[in-house]
Nanobody, 121 residues
């Protein structure tokens, strides 16, 4: 099976920076899109940034210009560089990847366990 493991969350002051990492492992045949979502208490989970297998990116309006998503296909890893952090960025951040498992015909969504990002003011 496939596992996504996130790291890099923590506490940071407003205006600071933080980098999240998510590594996929297991019986992976291929990985299509990867992305980061976040969920704050009492709010729905929202897409923060996504990246295709070819490197095309998209961002939520609220993070455009501050966050950068990237991936290392050789390491099956996606990153989220977060700069100029604001208290509004405080949330649990979840890694997502569309993965085809060895021995299966179609790709499906996999999720990480989530990592807490807290931005203090």
């Amino acid at each position: 099976q496939v596992q996504l493991v996130e790291s890099g969350g923590g506490l940071v002051q407003a205006g600071g920076s933080l980098t999240l990492s998510c590594a996929a492992s297991g019986r992976i045949f291929s990985i299509n899109a990867m992305g980061w979502y976040r969920q704050a208490p009492g709010k729905q989970r929202e897409l923060v940034a996504g990246i295709t297998s070819g490197g095309r990116t998209n961002y939520a309006d609220s993070v455009t210009g501050r966050f950068t998503i990237s991936r290392d296909n050789a390491k099956n890893t996606v990153y989220l560089q977060m700069n100029s952090l604001k208290p509004e960025d405080t949330a649990v951040y979840y890694c997502n990847a569309v993965i085809r498992v060895v021995g299966t015909l179609y790709a499906k969504d996999y999720w990480g366990q989530g990592t807490q990002v807290t931005v203090s003011s």
